[in-house]
């Protein structure tokens, strides 16, 4: 069973900085894109970060330089480091994989960390 699960959300004030964290585990997932993703009530899901298989990165707009992806060696953990956090940057942040497997792609979600940026 292949499970995605973040850590390092917090409450922080306005130019701190947080750290996330997300663990993949199970069997064959070690060629997979991962990244991170925020939701805030009643609006979508946007991507804060994404970090391929080749580890080329991509970043939403909005984040300016700001925020770093990274991943370990074995593929199977991605990081986030977020600097100069604004209040803006408050969301449940979550953690994506897609493995492809054979022909089949598959995708997966954790269940979110909560990120709190006060002014």
């Known amino acids: 069973q292949v499970r995605v699960e973040e850590s390092g959300g917090g409450s922080v004030q306005a130019g701190g900085s947080l750290r996330l964290s997300c663990t993949a585990s199970?069997?064959?997932?070690?060629?997979?894109?991962m990244g991170w993703y925020r939701q805030t009530p009643g609006r979508q899901r946007e991507l804060v970060a994404f970090?391929?298989?080749?580890?080329?990165?991509n970043y939403g707009d909005f984040v300016q330089g700001r925020f770093t992806i990274s991943r370990d060696n074995s593929k199977t953990m991605v990081y986030l480091q977020m600097n100069n956090l604004k209040p803006e940057d408050t969301a449940v942040y979550y953690c994506?994989?897609?493995?492809?497997?054979?022909?089949?792609?598959?995708?997966?979600w954790g269940q979110g960390t909560q990120v709190t940026v006060s002014s």
């Open positions: 970090i391929n298989s080749a580890d080329r990165t």
């Open positions: 199970g069997r064959g997932i070690s060629k997979n894109a």
């Open positions: 994506n994989m897609n493995v492809v497997v054979g022909d089949q792609g598959y995708e997966y």
